[in-house]
């Protein structure tokens, strides 16, 4: 092999193992230790007249070191109850996480009238780190 | 000279932190604070039952039904022993227990009930209407579910409502959390 091929393969492979490197083992940061969903004003009523639209989604995922604060904001105009509790219109609700656990929820402002909130433990080994980062760039994308 | 006054400075600016910092509880938290939802019931201690009598202690209130095999009696117990581990502190310390059962749940069956845990909780009883006036107000979701046999069994919320002593819905603890878990909130609610 040439020189300059042997060139054109290892700088790309060189530029994959030091981003790889730096996903796996560089120190981990979240935007924010809180995860903020909105319930929106008008739910209740859009859900009285039949519309099953899902405000939000049946399955949040939290980890814990990073966003392991759930937080729910009430702006529809009625009580909505999330889970342990209920809301009044313009409250909010924040709840820390300590366990890595699958919590069910009841919650009115589904569709299904359930909610699952998924805390995973801290990516503590590089593989995992990597598996974070990707999740949290696909879901900013999808934001 | 300079060492001190930066010494000083630096302890000022930790007081200054914790003072303005709120501690964190470990149950979730409703902002802002709101006045709790009425409760109008009647009390296993044969007293009329609302949140307004307690003005002045910290309130925990939950619901369940003295025929539960499982949640009720985890959570007696673990609200039973935060009470213990408080001390004197307890004095300051009123639990509510409200049946989502009034069928078979009266006044005596809920005070014999309570009492096998701690003999201060208080039971709220009343009619069908009036258990479930209190349940759509703390947003409480209950399903019975009949056994072959005609028993039934009844599945309900299970969380701790955290009340303030001003009477201010705080916080909201799920089922589940360990003894040591309230004492660390009860102690920050009964600072305040």
């Known amino acids: ?143 | 000279m300079i060492r001190k006054l930066t010494l000083a400075l630096l302890l000022g600016m930790g007081v200054a932190s914790a003072a303005t910092e709120p501690a964190a509880l470990k149950a979730g938290v409703l902002e802002p604070v709101m006045a709790a939802p009425q409760l109008r019931l009647q009390g296993s201690d044969g007293q009329a039952l609302d949140l307004a009598r307690f003005r002045g202690k910290v309130v925990l209130l939950a619901f369940g039904f003295s025929n539960c095999g499982e949640v009720c009696p985890i959570t007696l117990a673990t609200l039973a022993g935060a009470r213990k581990k408080l001390g004197a502190e307890a004095a300051n310390v009123q639990v509510v227990y409200v049946t989502v059962d009034p069928e078979r749940d009266d006044a005596a069956q809920m005070r014999k009930f309570l009492g096998s845990f701690d003999p201060t909780f208080i039971g709220g009883v009343g009619t069908r209407a009036e258990i479930d006036a209190a349940q759509k107000n703390f947003g409480i979701s209950s399903t019975k579910t009949v056994n072959a046999d005609g028993s039934y069994n009844i599945g309900h919320s299970s969380s701790i409502y955290m009340i303030d002593r001003a009477g201010g819905l705080r916080a909201v603890m799920p089922y589940g959390h360990p003894v040591d878990d309230f004492v660390h909130d009860l102690k920050i609610l009964l600072r305040k």
């Open chain 1, 1 to 143: 092999m040439s020189p300059g091929k042997r060139v054109w393969i290892a700088v790309p492979l060189l530029a994959v193992l030091a981003a790889l490197g730096w996903a796996g083992f560089a120190p981990l940061q979240a935007s924010s230790r809180e995860e903020l969903f909105e319930i929106p004003k008008g739910t209740y009523a859009r859900r009285m007249a039949g519309d099953k639209v899902e405000i939000l989604p049946s399955q949040i995922r939290l980890t814990l070191g990073l966003n392991d604060v759930l937080m729910l904001r009430n702006l529809d105009d009625v009580p909505q109850v999330f889970g342990p509790t209920i809301m009044m219109p313009g409250q909010s609700f924040k709840l820390p996480f300590e366990k890595a656990a699958s919590y069910d929820f009841a919650c009115t402002a589904h569709a299904s009238g359930q909610m699952t909130i998924l805390v995973e433990p801290y990516p503590a080994m590089p593989w995992s780190k990597i598996r974070w980062r990707v999740r949290e760039w696909r879901e900013s994308r999808a934001r």
